[in-house]
């Protein structure tokens, strides 16, 4: 038997990774902080999925002897996240506002695309159907996605 558990990525701003990631639904479900290997754990979830589809963010610690911490780039083998939400225009509205670039708005009212503060593509869903609406319907896709 094969369940799915979970995805993790690398962050480098936990705090604001969860930030992002809470404007879209989930909450952080548990956190472990390994000392010994210099990271942390935090897991993420939409409500009634703790244990079941949960998003791993893993924080590499900055290096003791005051180096730069790790940057990340995208993966060549990774697409994006998706989740389906319950009202695709107002979750854009709200991580629009909080400063995110709404890299293809949900110009038909069914699909968005953003990126975490990690430039990680996170695809949107609108649960059911939307007819479209402005500012929406008529804004342009920017940058990639």
Request: hydrophobic share 35%; charged share 25%; proline share 8%.
């Given at each position: 038997?094969?369940?799915?558990?979970?995805?993790?990525?690398?962050?480098?701003?936990?705090?604001?990774?969860?930030?992002?990631?809470?404007?879209?639904?989930?909450?952080e479900v548990?956190?472990?902080?390994?000392?010994?290997g210099r990271f942390?754990?935090?897991?993420?979830?939409?409500?009634?999925?703790?244990?079941e589809a949960e998003l791993e963010l893993t924080h590499n610690w900055p290096p003791e002897d005051g180096s730069a911490p790790e940057q990340y780039d995208g993966g060549r083998n990774f697409g994006h996240l998706a989740y389906r939400v319950d009202d695709i225009y107002c979750t854009c509205e709200r991580l629009m506002n909080a400063g995110h670039v709404i890299h293809r708005p949900p110009r038909d009212g069914h699909m968005a695309f953003v990126k975490s503060p990690d430039g990680i593509s996170v695809e949107l869903l609108?649960?059911?159907s939307l007819p479209p609406r402005e500012p929406?319907?008529?804004?342009?896709?920017?940058?990639?996605?």
């Amino acid at each position: 038997m094969t369940k799915y558990l979970h995805t993790m990525i690398r962050v480098t701003d936990p705090a604001a990774t969860i930030a992002f990631f809470e404007m879209i639904g989930l909450r952080e479900v548990r956190r472990r902080d390994v000392e010994q290997g210099r990271f942390t754990l935090i897991f993420l979830a939409a409500p009634g999925q703790e244990g079941e589809a949960e998003l791993e963010l893993t924080h590499n610690w900055p290096p003791e002897d005051g180096s730069a911490p790790e940057q990340y780039d995208g993966g060549r083998n990774f697409g994006h996240l998706a989740y389906r939400v319950d009202d695709i225009y107002c979750t854009c509205e709200r991580l629009m506002n909080a400063g995110h670039v709404i890299h293809r708005p949900p110009r038909d009212g069914h699909m968005a695309f953003v990126k975490s503060p990690d430039g990680i593509s996170v695809e949107l869903l609108q649960e059911g159907s939307l007819p479209p609406r402005e500012p929406w319907a008529s804004m342009e896709n920017s940058g990639t996605w």
